[in-house]
């Protein structure tokens, strides 16, 4: 690259509970041109170790891990940005792939930031199938692309994460937790851009009730309602999502089986008919732009009724859950 490099020391730091997709992660990145980080800090977080993580394919990087027993995602970024000694930390996941130049364009992404820049965000490639078009797991990855903050590829001054006291760890999973760390450094005063960067994101193995488990994160948004109000969507750059949608079907749902528990069949065959055509578009709304074959299709039709009661249930048990939750560090 015919760049002006500037000598920027970072760090990177991988969270992971031991997928094999860790050992590609690491050739990748050992397999980098330019200048390399201080050390890459692998911060394992299975709650019960069997094996040895494959560390040795960093190559010749400086390598070290320490363990979290299991905490989480935002537990073990904590834990990871903590323990090192760089001005930059940059997170990447377990499942992601640097490119060739990925260092060389990062130092250039973090020299480029001016004094008042906290984060420099990566961009995210999801590589899709070329013969034939995505599932709905497929596309729900591919999002990603478009996701703001998201810490698969993040780069943040120590500085900025010490002043918002790192993630915050009541969130649970790897959703939100980055989302809500960009707004409180934000809210410190500190800028987010996005970088020259790419960083590849595979689309990982499934199964067919990975949007059924999926669900839980409507407790995460609640919490995000309950630290950054009902506007943090539009400052985060969230999409909403079908939760609106999943109520009217849920509430379809009680309706019929009130109606019929009291006896009322025309109210009931109502709500049923009504829930019938509601499960319907949202069915086919998800098999539409898939590729359609007989296991999608079926897939897409179960848990299509099974999302939106578990929506509104993971929605309402997050609301009573955090109903009383302060943002890190108290009221701003």
Known sequence: MN??????????????????????????LAACEGP????????DDRPAPDRALPLGSAGDLRVRSVATGGRGPAAARNAGWRAVNAPWVVFLDDDVQVLPDWCDRLTADLAAA???TGGVQGRLSVPLPAYRRPTDWERGTAGLERAAWATADMAYRQTALK??????????????????????????????????????????PSDRWASVRAQ????????????????????????????????????????????????????????TGLWAVATAEFAWARIAPGPRTGQEVATMVITSVLIPPLACWHRLSGRVRHRAAQPVGGTR
């Open 3 to 28: 760049r002006t490099r500037e000598h920027v020391e970072y760090a990177v730091v991988v969270p992971t509970i031991g997928r094999p997709c860790l050992d590609d992660c690491l050739r990748a």
């Open 36 to 43: 390399p980080p201080t050390e890459v800090l692998v911060v």
């Open 114 to 116: 001016g004094d008042g």
């Open 163 to 204: 002043e918002a006291d790192g993630f915050d760890e009541r969130f649970p999973r790897a959703f939100r937790e980055d989302a809500d760390l960009a707004l409180r450094i934000m809210d410190a005063g500190w800028s987010l851009r996005r970088g020259e960067r790419v960083t590849l994101h595979p689309v990982r």
């Open 216 to 271: 839980r994160g409507n407790a995460d948004d609640a919490l995000m309602n309950r630290l950054h109000g009902t506007g943090w969507w539009d400052r985060a750059q969230a999409p909403r999502g079908r939760l609106p949608g999943h109520t009217a079907i849920t509430v379809l749902t009680g309706a019929a089986v009130l109606c019929a528990a009291a006896r009322r069949p025309r109210p009931a065959l109502l709500a």
